[in-house]
């Protein structure tokens, strides 16, 4: 049974950090796409941040460029997500997901896709408060 387990948020102030670990069982992150998504509240779920099994290749969104990191530990099988100088738009639940799809060409296209991924976390609190 794959299973994503998110911990890590909470309450900070505008340009504070934190750090977000999703715990995999089932599957190994290393061989599979991984990423965070985030949602606010009545917006649409949205793309973080995402990075691939294929040479560990790193993806953006824009909004959080230069501002977050995405690592992966693969002796503990965790993904991370370092966020430094958060703002208040920040504010969302942060979902993990693993993406099944061992296609290199169709995820490299699809990353940034929430239809790519078949496993999700029940998401962690993140509140920026300004």
């Known amino acids: 049974q794959v299973q994503l387990v998110e911990t890590g948020g909470g309450l900070v102030q505008a340009g504070g950090s934190l750090k977000l670990s999703c715990a995999a069982s089932?599957?190994?992150?290393?061989?599979?796409?991984m990423s965070w998504f985030r949602q606010a509240p009545g917006k649409e779920r949205e793309f973080v941040s995402a990075?691939?099994?294929?040479?560990?290749?790193?993806y953006y969104a824009d909004s959080v460029k230069g501002r977050f990191t995405i690592s992966r530990d693969n002796a503990k099988n965790t993904l991370y997500l370092q966020m430094n100088n958060l703002e208040p738009d920040d504010t969302a639940v942060y979902y993990c997901?693993?993406?099944?799809?061992?296609?290199?060409?169709?995820?490299?296209?699809?990353?940034?896709?929430?239809?790519?991924?078949?496993?999700w976390g029940q998401g962690t609190q993140v509140t920026v408060s300004s």
């Open positions: 089932g599957l190994t992150i290393s061989s599979n796409a």
């Open positions: 997901a693993a993406s099944s799809q061992k296609a290199p060409g169709v995820v490299v296209t699809s990353i940034r896709k929430r239809e790519l991924y078949d496993t």
């Open positions: 990075i691939s099994w294929i040479g560990g290749s790193t």
